[in-house]
């Protein structure tokens, strides 16, 4: 069965930091790994997804590295900003389709 | 071509009564798949279904709940004899097919049982 940590749990930093937010998981037989924010009491928005023939996904100040064998992504913020307060979520999807879900890091970004 | 479509987004219901979730996948899309996020945690797997059949319901509690996807309209999440422990918000995601596809998720369904 699959299982996803996300560490660490909670992230405080102030504005202009460089970050890394770490994700785990049990069974390296996945066919991909994605990225999602999410605002208090709001939906998913997707950040990066990651196939896993693939070892990293970059998106503006957002680059994301998947290292399947070990079990491990890491989702890098450069120059954080207040706006990117959030919990952001890691999810990994097997080959039946359906998603295993970290519970978070929430992020906290002071001006 | 429009997003997943989930409604309501807010529901209501006392305990005893029964919820209806709807889920409207995107166009094209014939794979639905459910979560459900319990307050401080991640989303946990519910069920898969392609239409008119269940695929996956493996993380679905064995009573009281229930999914369907029509071969015409949405899908289907049902919660008979809603309990406050069900109070949770449910997305549901819908994809073009398994492996490799982006699954695309609705903006969710806030349930809250009084």
């Known amino acids: 069965k699959q299982e996803v940590t996300q560490i660490p749990a909670a992230l405080s930093v102030p504005e202009g930091e460089n970050l890394v937010l770490n994700c785990s998981f049990t069974?390296?037989?996945?066919?991909?790994l994605q990225w999602f924010r999410q605002d208090p009491g709001k939906g998913l928005t997707s950040l990066l997804l990651i196939q896993s023939s693939q070892r990293e996904q970059t998106s503006g100040r957002l680059n994301a590295s998947l290292d399947k064998s070990s079990g491990r992504s890491t989702l890098y913020i450069a120059a954080s900003q207040p706006g990117d307060s959030a919990t952001y979520l890691c999810?990994?999807?097997?080959?039946?389709?359906?998603?295993?879900f970290g519970d978070g890091t929430t992020l906290t970004v002071k001006p | 071509n429009a997003g997943v479509m989930q409604n309501p987004r807010h529901l209501v219901r006392r305990r005893g009564q029964e919820a209806r979730l709807r889920c409207s996948p995107m166009?094209?899309?014939?794979?639905v798949y459910w979560y459900r996020q319990l307050p401080e945690e991640g989303l946990k797997f519910m069920v898969y279904?392609?239409?008119?059949?269940?695929?996956?319901e493996s993380g679905m509690p064995k009573e009281r709940f229930s999914a369907e996807f029509p071969k015409e309209g949405p899908s289907i999440l049902r919660i008979q004899q809603v309990v406050r422990g069900d109070s949770a918000a449910y997305f549901c995601a819908s994809s073009t097919g398994t492996g490799i596809y982006e699954q695309y998720f609705g903006p969710g369904t806030r349930l809250t049982v009084t």
């Open positions: 279904l392609q239409k008119e059949n269940i695929i996956d």
């Open positions: 999810a990994v999807k097997d080959n039946a389709g359906k998603s295993t």
């Open positions: 069974d390296s037989a996945i066919y991909n």
């Open positions: 166009k094209g899309h014939s794979h």
